[in-house]
C-alpha cells in the first residue's frame, strides 16, 4: 500500500462515514491538532522521561489517537465496533488520579509557573498548549461532540502541567515562578 493516494489533491479528505470536507474544515482542524499534540508528547518521550511518566504518556498517545477517530467519525459509526477508539469517564478518572498521584511529590503552587526547566519539561509545558488549543477546536465543533472528549482533553492539559512539574522536579531543575 503507498503512503499517497491523491485524494486530497483537491483540497479535500474524508471523514471516517465516507463524506468528503475540504482540508480546512473544523473538524479536520481539530484533529489535526490532536495529531499535533500527539507528536508533540512523542518528542517529550524520545528525550528519556522516567519509566513511569513514559507509561503515562504511551497511554495518552493511545488515547489521542482515540480522540482523533472520534473527531473523524461524526456520524459514530465507528465508535460503537472499533472498543480501541472507546473513551469513557474512566479515563478521565485515570488522568485525575495520576494528577493526584504526581501532585502529591510537588510542591504546592504559589504562583504562576514560567514553561521551561529541562529539555522534557519545556517540551510538556510545550504540549499543554498545544493541548488547550485543540481543547478550543474541539468546543467549537458543530454539531457537539461527546462531552466526555471535552473532560478527556480538558483534564489531560492539566497532567501535561503537573507532569512537566515532575519532569523538572525530578531532573533537579528549578522553577521559576511568575
Given at each position: 500500500?503507498?503512503?499517497?493516494?491523491?485524494?486530497?489533491?483537491?483540497?479535500?479528505?474524508?471523514?471516517?462515514?465516507?463524506?468528503?470536507?475540504?482540508?480546512?474544515?473544523?473538524?479536520?482542524?481539530?484533529?489535526?491538532?490532536?495529531?499535533e499534540l500527539n507528536a508533540w508528547l512523542g518528542f517529550a518521550r524520545a528525550l528519556v522521561l522516567e519509566p513511569d511518566l513514559d507509561a503515562?504518556?504511551?497511554?495518552?498517545?493511545?488515547?489521542?489517537?482515540?480522540?482523533?477517530?472520534?473527531?473523524?467519525?461524526?456520524?459514530?459509526?465507528?465508535?460503537?465496533?472499533?472498543?480501541?477508539?472507546?473513551?469513557?469517564?474512566?479515563?478521565?478518572?485515570r488522568l485525575e488520579q495520576l494528577i493526584d498521584r504526581l501532585e502529591s511529590e510537588l510542591p504546592p503552587l504559589r504562583r504562576f509557573i514560567?514553561?521551561?526547566?529541562?529539555?522534557?519539561?519545556?517540551?510538556?509545558?510545550?504540549?499543554?498548549?498545544?493541548?488547550?488549543?485543540?481543547?478550543?477546536?474541539?468546543?467549537?465543533?458543530?454539531?457537539?461532540?461527546?462531552?466526555?472528549?471535552?473532560?478527556?482533553?480538558?483534564?489531560?492539559?492539566?497532567?501535561?502541567?503537573?507532569?512537566?512539574?515532575?519532569?523538572?522536579?525530578?531532573?533537579?531543575?528549578?522553577?521559576?515562578?511568575?
Amino acid at each position: 500500500m503507498k503512503i499517497y493516494t491523491r485524494t486530497g489533491d483537491a483540497g479535500e479528505t474524508s471523514l471516517f462515514d465516507g463524506t468528503r470536507v475540504r482540508k480546512d474544515d473544523s473538524r479536520v482542524d481539530a484533529y489535526g491538532e490532536v495529531d499535533e499534540l500527539n507528536a508533540w508528547l512523542g518528542f517529550a518521550r524520545a528525550l528519556v522521561l522516567e519509566p513511569d511518566l513514559d507509561a503515562a504518556l504511551d497511554q495518552v498517545q493511545r488515547d489521542l489517537f482515540a480522540v482523533g477517530a472520534r473527531l473523524a467519525d461524526p456520524a459514530e459509526r465507528i465508535a460503537e465496533r472499533v472498543t480501541k477508539a472507546g473513551l469513557g469517564d474512566a479515563d478521565v478518572q485515570r488522568l485525575e488520579q495520576l494528577i493526584d498521584r504526581l501532585e502529591s511529590e510537588l510542591p504546592p503552587l504559589r504562583r504562576f509557573i514560567l514553561a521551561g526547566g529541562t529539555q522534557a519539561g519545556a517540551v510538556l509545558h510545550l504540549a499543554r498548549t498545544v493541548c488547550r488549543r485543540a481543547e478550543r477546536r474541539i468546543v467549537a465543533l458543530a454539531p457537539p461532540v461527546d462531552p466526555v472528549l471535552i473532560r478527556y482533553v480538558n483534564r489531560l492539559a492539566d497532567l501535561l502541567f503537573v507532569l512537566a512539574r515532575a519532569a523538572n522536579r525530578r531532573a533537579g531543575a528549578h522553577e521559576a515562578e511568575w
